[in-house]
């Protein structure tokens, strides 16, 4: 004789590894594996927080990802010039 007992998980956007719970019956313990499916965030934008740059001060850039992640990300930043050249701005 057996039953099933059901327990539903929860979907969500967030890159994260795979997660295990316990059920416990009787003093008896079973193990299920939460299998993540999200992929990991890729960066949809970069903008300019606010319209311009007053000489002399720091610019300040929003990056927008695709989606959260649990774990730390690393992505590959460079500078490239417009009209500006590397004398207009700091490059360290």
Avoid: C, H, R, W
Wanted: aromatic share 6%; proline share 3%; no cysteine.
């Amino acid at each position: 004789t057996m039953f099933t007992a059901t327990v539903d998980t929860t979907q969500d956007t967030i890159d994260e590894p795979d997660e295990t719970f316990d059920l416990q019956v009787g003093g008896v313990t079973g193990t299920a594996t939460i299998q993540d499916d999200d992929d990991a965030p890729v960066i949809t934008e970069v903008a300019l927080v606010g319209e311009t740059v007053p000489e002399g001060q720091a610019a300040e850039f929003k990056v927008t990802l695709s989606n959260a992640s649990s774990s730390d990300q690393t992505y590959t930043i460079g500078l490239v010039n417009g009209t500006a050249g590397d004398n207009d701005y700091d490059t360290n």
